[in-house]
Nanobody, 127 residues
Framework: QGRLVESGGGLAQAGDSLRLSCAASGRTFSIYAMGWFRQAQGKERECVAAIHSSTGITYYADSVKGRFTISRDNALDTVYLQMNTLKPEDTAVYYC????????????????????WGQGTQVTVSS
C-alpha cells in the first residue's frame, strides 16, 4: 500500500505564491501517475494538474494554466505543485493522489483513476 502526505498549504493573499508538496511512501516504484486535485466548499473535486510518469505528459485545468506547475522529484518520491499568482477562487482543500497501475495519459485528470489519496491541505487566498 502507498501513503501520501501533503504539506505547504496555508493562507495567502491574491497574487502570492505557494508550493504544495506531496511525499509518497510505500509502493512508489509502481506509481504511474500523480495528480493534484482540489475541492472548494459546495463544489465537486476537480483535477488541477496531473503528470503521467512514463511519458512526462502533464495536464492542467484551464483555470490554472500559466499559473500552476506540477513537477516530480523521483529521487525523493515527491510531487510538487507550484502555485503562482494565486486568486481567491483558488481557495480549496488540495489533495494529492497516485495511480498504481498503468493508465492512458489521456485519463490522468479523472479522479476515479486514482488509487490513493492524501489527507488534503487547505489553501485560502484572500483578496
Amino acid at each position: 500500500q502507498g501513503r501520501l502526505v501533503e504539506s505547504g498549504g496555508g493562507l495567502a493573499q491574491a497574487g502570492d505564491s505557494l508550493r504544495l508538496s506531496c511525499a509518497a511512501s510505500g509502493r512508489t516504484f509502481s506509481i504511474y501517475a500523480m495528480g493534484w486535485f482540489r475541492q472548494a466548499q459546495g463544489k465537486e473535486r476537480e483535477c488541477v494538474a496531473a503528470i503521467h510518469s512514463s511519458t512526462g505528459i502533464t495536464y492542467y485545468a484551464d483555470s490554472v494554466k500559466g499559473r500552476f506547475t506540477i513537477s516530480r522529484d523521483n529521487a525523493l518520491d515527491t510531487v510538487y505543485l507550484q502555485m503562482n499568482t494565486l486568486k481567491p477562487e483558488d481557495t480549496a482543500v488540495y489533495y494529492c493522489a497516485s495511480r498504481l497501475s498503468p493508465l492512458d495519459a489521456a485519463a490522468i485528470y479523472f479522479p476515479r483513476m486514482y488509487d490513493h489519496w492524501g489527507q488534503g491541505t487547505q489553501v485560502t487566498v484572500s483578496s
